[in-house]
């Protein structure tokens, strides 16, 4: 999978936005049809996404387009409207069950077999952000076309009717919980939105957390949110270096049959293996060998 520390909203039906966007060396671009375009912009920004992956080149952004959700009315002209011009993935949002992801991926797998891609080639993430979403998230991350959750703390909350404070603990359970579901299928957890893009402070603060839970990005909504997002999911060369120690006296401690061992003042033993092989694997993916 690729790295998804910052996923970077752009407003569709904004060509230099998206323009912008390409500029900022940011891991993921996810050009909206959604909640960042008026009703009124709809088929514009399906017919300015649609140009800008035809003719701009993101470099190593991943390069992604968000839909509205199932049931609007909007989602299967959305779709349409993007998917012939082979964007890396698709993000369909308000996921609330199984059956709307499998609805998403009948329509890639048909774009695939027609175009002749590969299948499987365009990825697909979805966003859970109600209380019925979260319920049934063991259901959604089980399917095997998803590549991540996006977890929306802002319509979770609402849902729910909790009043949305600054350290987010009306979201804690959710945001675990999101992190569980994807661990356990293998999938990449995208943490909330911090809403106060002037708040450099706060928003490392709250990147530094997810990144703690087990996040591995954040959703970001302004070019000033990329690099310190992207900073706080990335592993620092003291971490590196502890991940790297760890797993080469791991090897060597199994050799002489030995279990548990003791480094650093530390005792390490298979799950902190794990762990360190994690930190090495986000360095990778980060660029930072």
């Known amino acids: 999978m690729p790295s998804r520390r910052a996923l970077l909203y752009m407003p569709g039906d904004d060509r230099r936005k998206i323009e912008k966007a390409l500029t900022l060396r940011v891991d993921c671009i996810c050009m909206d049809m959604e909640d960042g375009?008026?009703?009124?912009?709809?088929?514009?920004?399906?017919?300015?996404?649609?140009?800008?992956?035809?003719?701009?080149?993101?470099?190593?952004?991943?390069?992604?387009?968000?839909?509205n959700s199932v049931g609007t009315g909007w989602e299967r002209d959305d779709i349409d409207a993007v998917l012939p011009f082979r964007p890396d993935g698709i993000v369909i949002p308000k996921i609330e069950s199984l059956e709307q992801v499998?609805?998403?991926?009948k329509i890639i797998e048909a774009a695939e077999l027609q175009y002749g891609w590969p299948l499987n080639s365009i990825r697909m993430l979805v966003g859970v952000e109600t209380a019925k979403g979260i319920l049934n998230l063991r259901e959604i991350a089980s399917h095997p076309r998803l590549d991540g959750i996006i977890f929306g703390g802002e319509d979770f909350a609402a849902s729910i009717g909790a009043r949305r404070t600054r350290d987010a603990t009306e979201l804690l359970y959710a945001r675990q919980a999101v992190v569980t579901a994807c661990a356990a299928f293998g999938l990449q957890a995208i943490d909330i939105v911090y809403i106060d893009f002037k708040d450099a402070d706060g928003l490392r603060a709250e990147a530094e957390q997810g990144a703690g839970f087990g996040f591995s990005g954040k959703q970001v909504i302004h070019p000033n949110q990329v690099q310190v997002t992207q900073?706080?999911?990335?592993?620092?060369?003291?971490?590196?270096?502890?991940?790297?120690?760890?797993?080469?006296?791991?090897?060597?401690?199994?050799?002489?049959?030995?279990?548990?061992?003791?480094?650093?003042?530390?005792?390490?033993?298979?799950?902190?293996?794990?762990?360190?092989q994690k930190v090495l694997v986000r360095a990778k993916a980060a660029g930072k060998n």
């Open 37 to 67: 375009v008026a009703v009124n912009r709809k088929a514009e920004a399906r017919a300015t996404i649609a140009q800008a992956l035809q003719e701009l080149d993101f470099g190593k952004s991943e390069k992604l387009a968000r839909i």
């Open 102 to 105: 499998e609805w998403g991926s």
């Open 231 to 276: 900073d706080a999911f990335t592993p620092s060369a003291k971490m590196i270096e502890e991940a790297r120690r760890i797993v080469e006296t791991f090897e060597a401690s199994q050799k002489e049959g030995k279990g548990a061992y003791a480094l650093d003042g530390k005792m390490i033993d298979m799950p902190l293996l794990k762990n360190a």
